[in-house]
């Protein structure tokens, strides 16, 4: 059965984050005052700490997945950019273990975080240390297919050194449509991909400029508001057992057949939707 | 009390961070194991302190007072092993939870009770040892017995592993833990096996047996850790067990004299737990001999039962008493009825009294009572051996003086019993009886064979001592019918049957029928009453 192998060291897990850096995700995200880009980083940076800290152990960070953090726009010419998104030693590296994502930060930010004791109802500033790895980015155009197809050249040769491996994750992060032509095929492509336990699972997050209703994990197209979201749709991978079990287990109502896809995703829905995507592999939870 | 030996293999063998502990300490007669979990930080030493904190003071978790004490002694010890200043950036949000582990131990002790599904032909001389102690998490406890799995604590199903098992934390964040020990308590005779193990293991190991293949646990013994290291990576490959850090103890529980026999254990060394580069806990158990270090992550183990230290730990090791020879239990009849025969599946017949030989009051059979067992000290208690002496009660036949050759034989018994089988039939014993002494008639009836005037004689003698006794009988008859009781009785007898014909012939007349109709009304107003009182009374109660 596919999709079951757990994570581990000799069996690493592989997550790539393909980051919409156009101009327009310098808009303020629907129902934030903040950036789109500024919110993506926060989330993505969030996300990376996180994992650090789950991956840290008596012995350092142990070194079981490897992450990819991509990001796409085109310059004043048309051209895309497609490269790491990733800042600090780190930057000119496509894929980088979870150790090199710990070890290596482009920077610690103190942060203060307030905390309300339950109890007295007191609230205590504490001192937060926040890596950063990923900086806000807006500028150009959307190159999706230029970008899709770049992620399938990079997983290629990740797969053929990792083929027992439980299969990459993709997690496609946009606010608009693909300027260099139908990403569709492109991104079929890039899910024909497989390893020994499944194929590559691509997830795609819209999101929103407006405070719009948005939605996740739809499993028709019926009802999809536009062009754009079907697009999306059909990009989109269908969650496999354990995603559709986990998602179910954290009180998501989903159909079978939910794909993983959210459209005018804001900050709340990002955060879910990461989590959703990247935490229900085993060996993870 | 009980041999172990236990197998450790790490979940990424070229990382070697082991996050699981084991210990066992025949002295104590405990044997702990803990899986620290991966996901949270320094996880492995502690679960290697809480294994050393059980080894060192068994806890009792519902013991509310002290419990909280203990637990707080183990992560005071947790915390002052960690250099705070010297954490990373991504150690720190972790120290505020603590590391977390499961726990499962258990103190093994001889014990007078005996199991509630004791097999019917375990053997007399069988010692049972109680196994209880607490569980928490997934890290089970098996029992097995004569090659099956009696019971596994707490998780019974290899489908009932979940990733989120209760978990002892090593920070206090105020979760009251009490709920979530499961007691272990029961008892085994010896011989069998009691298994701990990680989750992981656990689960292999139920799945083997709900597939019908139970592990061999003498060959799982035998097998050396470099055997135990290539079998769970097979089973790795075979996505027959989770990767995660394997580890399982097998402990053999049994009396000194069934252990030594059994693993021949008495030129083994002391007691040996296993060591943690970081933590060596054990160091003042250094055997003489020394044994073989093990590196981090392997297998430590064996076992000693008898060797008897001193009661402070730290104190430098005392040479090992020696052991006197013991000597081997009497071989028994047949292979099946040998001392493993609380194993034995083939059925054996219920022996006669007499093979049995019994020689004390307490049924126990000369031949079952290990000479060699401390036990066997009620030999005191010993009635004198068998043989000579063996009581006359026993029910033996009269048996004729000499038999003449060549004669036929007759209805009653040969003159020689065959000397096997001893058995005595209950036919038997209710056919013969023993001689009366003073009997003359008996002697006078005792036909010899093949002598017919004698036979004539005989029935005539027969015929006398018939017609003697109808005589008798009359003549008590006689007597009785003079004495006055009898008169007495005789007459009343016959008046009441007077009376009884009397009240017939008035009964059918019509006074009668006013009479019946009387008795019937006051019976009815008398049940009426008792029934009243009797509801009364019940309600009244």
Known sequence: MPYKMEISRQNKACFLFLLDQSYSMCEPLGGSQHRKCDELCNAINSWLQNMTIRASGDQGIKDWMDIGVF???????????????????????????IRDIGMNPARIEQRIQYIQDPTTGQTFEIPNECPVW??????????????????HQTLTEWINQHRYSFPPIVVHITD????????????????RLSTMDGNVLLFNCHLSSTPAPGFMFPANPYGLPDMLAQYLYEMSSILPEPFFNHAIAEGLPLQRGARGMAFNADMVCLIQFLNMGTQAAPGLR | MFVFKGFSHPKDPQN?????????????????????ASSSLFSSSWSNILCQSVIENVPDPMDHFNFPKWLERVREKWLNGIDLNNLSWY???????????????????????????????TPLDTDFFRVYGYALGDACLMHFHNGRLVRSIPVVRSADFDSTPALMGSVNLGVDLTASFVPIDFVVPEGDWIILATDAMSQWILSQCENGSVPDWRSFWNQTPEQYDELVERIRQEQQIRIDDSTVVLCCVGSDVYLDREFNVETSTPTIRQEDNRFSFTQEYKPEPPAQPAPLGKTVSVSSVFLDFPDAAPTPPVPPRPIPPVPQPEPEPEPSTAKTGFHQTTEIPPLPTDELGIDSDFGIPNSKLPNSKPKSDSAAFRMPSSGASRPAAKPTAPRPTSKPAGSKPTASRPASRPAAPKRIQPSQEQRIEPPKPGEEEYKVAQPQPGSEPKMSAYMAELERRKVAEIEQEE??????????GYQFQKGMSEGIKDMKEGFSDMLSGPVGEQAKEAVKKGKEKVTKFFGRLFKKGKENE
């Open chain 2, 475 to 484: 003549q008590r008859k006689r007597e009785q019918e003079s004495k006055f």
């Open chain 1, 134 to 151: 990923v900086d806000p980015c807006c500028e150009g155009g959307t190159p999706m297919c230029n970008m899709l197809y770049t992620a």
């Open chain 2, 91 to 121: 150690q720190k949000p972790k120290m505020a939870s603590g590391a977390f582990a499961t726990l499962v131990w258990a103190t093994i002790e001889q014990s007078m009770e005996t199991p509630d599904d004791l097999d019917d032909d």
């Open chain 1, 71 to 97: 990001g796409y726009r085109t310059n004043s010419y048309g051209q895309p950019i497609i490269g790491s998104a990733l800042q600090g030693p780190l930057a000119s590296s496509p894929i980088v273990s």
């Open chain 1, 176 to 191: 608009g449509e693909s300027q260099d032509g139908d990403p569709r095929p492109y991104a079929q492509a890039l899910t």
């Open chain 2, 16 to 36: 070697g961070t082991n996050e699981d502990a084991w210990r066992a300490d025949d002295l104590q007669n405990v044997v702990v194991v803990s899986d620290g």
